[in-house]
């Protein structure tokens, strides 16, 4: 009974991570291939050298990297942000319409 009630929460475990960073893990990665900012979604793209010059801390993923994101214009989502991951700089672009 025990083992039945734990293997209900891992997969439950794993359905959250999965939906919300499209990984299949019980913990998030720091760099998901998918994140969340302000109510977007955004995906993830190429590793770059480094965040841009400007660029502010906007938040974190779910696995605790934080979110940088350049100028923002009052009432948009910003297109293109970074995260970093260490000594990787990810680029994440906004998923979906306005």
């Known amino acids: 009974m ?4 734990l293997l ?9 991570v999965h939906s919300d960073t499209w990984e299949w893990r019980l913990t998030p ?5 998918k994140i ?3 109510g977007r979604s955004y995906l993830r793209g190429a590793a770059g050298d480094r965040v841009p010059a400007g660029a502010t801390v ?3 993923t779910t696995g605790g990297a934080p979110i ?5 214009i009052a009432g948009a989502a910003p297109t293109v942000v970074e995260v970093v991951d260490g ?3 990810w ?3 906004l998923s979906g319409g306005p």
Request: glycine letters at 14%; charged letters at 10%; proline letters at 6%.
């Open 2 to 5: 025990v083992f039945l009630l």
């Open 8 to 16: 209900l929460l891992a997969v439950t475990r794993l359905g959250q």
């Open 29 to 33: 990665s720091a760099a998901p291939p």
């Open 36 to 38: 969340q900012l302000d």
């Open 58 to 60: 906007a938040g974190h």
């Open 68 to 72: 940088y994101v350049g100028e923002r």
């Open 87 to 89: 000594a990787t700089t």
């Open 91 to 93: 680029g994440y672009g």
